[in-house]
C-alpha cells in the first residue's frame, strides 16, 4: 500500500523575486517592477523549477510575480494563469482565496507553480495543508516565511492527495 502514497506531484509555492522596494516606488504597488538583482534571481529559477517538473503556472498579476515567472514561462514555451484571488492587493483588501487557487491544482494532481507575495503565502500553505488533512505545524510556518525568490516544494500523493503531505522542501533563493 506504500507505493501508492510514494508516487508524488510537486505543488510549489514561490515568492516573487527581488522587486523595487516601495518607498523608491511612486506608483501602485501592483506595478512595481523587479530590481536588478530580481531579473537575476527570475532567470536563475528557471533550472530548479524544471527540475520539479513544474507545468502549469498560476501567478498573482502584479509585475513583480508576472516578471518572476516570465522565465519560467518562456522556458516552457507555456502562458501564466494569472489570478487575483492570490494578489497583495485582494490580501490587503481581505479578498483573497487561495482555497480555490490550492483546490484547483490538488485536484488536477499535476505540478504547479503558485506564484505570491509574502503575505500571501502561509495561506497559500495553510490551504494546501487542509486540502490534504495534513496537520498545522511549525513545519507550514517554516514553508511559508520565503526570502523574496525563495519557493517551498510541497508533494503529495498523486493517488491520494487527501493523505497528506508527503513531503517539504524549501530552497533559498538564488544568488
Given amino acids: 500500500r506504500d507505493k501508492d502514497v510514494l508516487r508524488t506531484f510537486p505543488i510549489?509555492?514561490?515568492r516573487h523575486a527581488k522587486a523595487v522596494p516601495a518607498d523608491e516606488w511612486d506608483g501602485p504597488d501592483a506595478s512595481r517592477p523587479?530590481?536588478?538583482?530580481?531579473r537575476k534571481q527570475a532567470n536563475a529559477l528557471v533550472g530548479p523549477l524544471l527540475a520539479f517538473g513544474a507545468r502549469r503556472i498560476v501567478s498573482s498579476p502584479a509585475v513583480r510575480c508576472a516578471k518572476t515567472v516570465g522565465p519560467l514561462s518562456a522556458a516552457l514555451g507555456r502562458r501564466v494563469d494569472y489570478s487575483p484571488l492570490i494578489s497583495q492587493d485582494a490580501w490587503e483588501e481581505g479578498a483573497t482565496d487561495a482555497r480555490t487557487v490550492v483546490g484547483q491544482r490538488v485536484r488536477s494532481r499535476k505540478p504547479a507553480v503558485l506564484c505570491s507575495?509574502?503575505?500571501v503565502l502561509p495561506e497559500i500553505i495553510?490551504?494546501?495543508a487542509m486540502a490534504t488533512g495534513s496537520l498545522m505545524g511549525s513545519h507550514l510556518g517554516n514553508a511559508s516565511g520565503l526570502a523574496t525568490g525563495g519557493f517551498s516544494v510541497v508533494h503529495l500523493s498523486t493517488d491520494n492527495p487527501g493523505s497528506g503531505i508527503v513531503a517539504i522542501?524549501?530552497?533559498q533563493p538564488p544568488a
Fill in 12 to 14: 510549489i509555492a514561490l
Fill in 169 to 171: 522542501e524549501t530552497h
Fill in 117 to 119: 507575495h509574502g503575505p
Fill in 126 to 128: 495553510q490551504e494546501l
Fill in 34 to 38: 523587479l530590481a536588478p538583482r530580481g
